[in-house]
């Protein structure tokens, strides 16, 4: 059974920095894809920023510059360095995971998800 468990969400004023923790279990190796998503309030989910099963990445073009997605494969554990945090980032940040996915940004491609863990940012 996979799980998915975030943390390290919080409150920040605007140009703060954060850092989200997924810790993933379930998976016998760490050859999987996984990614980080967000929703805010009457807004769909979106992709932020994933990792694939080789280790290429790829971000939203809203975040490129300011976040940063790591995995650390002894931990099982995703990590998402958010700096320079801007008042629209705010929203519920999910991890997600999955064997195979051919767009890694696309929230219908993962079948597994936490719970999420929120961030909120104050101009």
């Known amino acids: 059974q996979v799980q998915l468990v975030e943390s390290g969400g919080g409150s920040v004023q605007a140009g703060g920095s954060l850092r989200l923790s997924c810790a993933v279990s379930g998976y016998t190796d760490s050859k999987y894809c996984v990614g980080w998503f967000r929703q805010a309030p009457g807004k769909e989910r979106e992709g932020v920023a994933a990792?694939?099963?080789?280790?290429?990445?790829r971000y939203a073009d809203s975040v490129k510059g300011r976040f940063t997605i790591s995995k650390d494969n002894a931990k099982n554990t995703l990590y998402l360095q958010m700096n320079s945090l801007k008042p629209e980032d705010t929203a519920r940040y999910y991890c997600?995971?999955?064997?195979?996915?051919?767009?890694?940004?696309?929230?219908?491609?993962?079948?597994?998800w936490g719970q999420g863990t929120q961030v909120t940012v104050s101009s």
């Open positions: 997600a995971a999955d064997i195979w996915v051919d767009a890694l940004l696309d929230r219908y491609e993962y079948n597994y």
């Open positions: 990792i694939n099963r080789d280790g290429s990445t």
